[in-house]
Structure formats: C-alpha cells, structure tokens
C-alpha cells in the first residue's frame, strides 16, 4: 500500500512519540522496518518534501533510437530487395527440421 507523504510524517512522529520500542510500534502499525526506517533516513536528509513518491519508471530509455531515425528504418515484415525478411523462428525452423529418410 501507498501512503502519501503526510501519513508518512504522521507515522514517523508516531514512532518518535511512542513509549513502546519501534519495533512492537511498527508491528501494531503493519509497517516493516525496512520502509520506515527508508522512510526516516528520507526525512532526515530532505524533510517533509523528501517523503512524497516518485514514479518508479526511468525517465528516459537508454537504448531507444530517436524518432527520426527509427522512423527510416524497414519494418521486420515489408518486402526487402523483393525477398520477404525471415524472422527467426522460421528460419530456425527452416534450418532445424529433421529431415526424412529418402530426401535429400
């Protein structure tokens, strides 16, 4: 589960205030220590601000061809110097299969 950055605060200050140790307070909470203590070290080092999400996904993919060049390449299925482009399934299908007796 998500919790935004001020429950997280909240909990944080929960924790803090708590006679029990972290640990017990924790369990009661259904937090692992892991995320609250990642939780902490963030607002530690970057305060409040530091506790809201951020998206799990890279901004930018290293390998991804630019749009003006991958817009001149061939597709895989289009007709290349009048001979179908082979995917490699049927290739290695082609060259694999076990040939009968009698043919060569």
Not at 17 to 40: K, N
Not at 52 to 64: G, K, L, Q, T, Y
Not at 66 to 76: G, H, L, Y
């Amino acid at each position: 589960m998500r919790y935004p950055a001020p429950e997280k605060l909240e909990i944080i200050r929960l924790v803090e205030q708590s006679h029990l140790p972290v640990r017990a307070t924790l369990d009661r909470l259904g937090i692992t220590r892991s995320t609250f203590y990642r939780w902490y070290d963030a607002d530690q080092r970057g305060g409040p601000q530091a506790l809201h999400d951020h998206p799990s996904r890279p901004s930018r993919v290293r390998n991804r061809l630019p749009a003006e060049i991958r817009d001149k390449t061939t597709a895989p299925n289009q007709l290349t110097s009048s001979r179908r482009v082979r995917s490699c399934s049927s290739t290695a299908t082609k060259h694999c299969r076990p040939r009968r007796q009698g043919s060569v």
